[in-house]
């Protein structure tokens, strides 16, 4: 979870006292998400490090999940080509 979190911190803001309070906030919305969903996104890793996350709300009635982040704070670990579209157009990871 530490990943998840971290990966929306600015490394020269970790010790900014309104960051270290959203760091908190975030936890405790985390923690809620995945009690009540199970699981809430993945993270995207290169050479052990995480470079980015897709979030979402799974909408277990329809099936299908709900994007509702999708991050990727250094501008270097765009367009990795990580990713790719499947045949009904959605996107895997």
């Known amino acids: 979870m530490d990943d998840f979190i971290n990966l929306y911190i600015p490394l020269e803001r970790r010790d900014s006292p309104l960051f270290i309070k959203g760091k908190k906030l975030k936890r405790e919305y985390t923690l ?34 709900e994007i509702t982040c999708i991050f990727i704070p250094e501008k270097e670990n765009t367009r990795k080509e990580k990713g790719k579209f499947s045949e009904r157009g959605k996107r895997s990871f």
């Open 32 to 65: 809620e998400a995945i009690k009540k969903y199970g699981t809430i996104g993945k993270i995207a890793y290169i050479n052990s490090k995480p470079i980015g996350l897709i979030q979402y709300i799974p909408k277990i009635e329809e099936k299908i999940v």
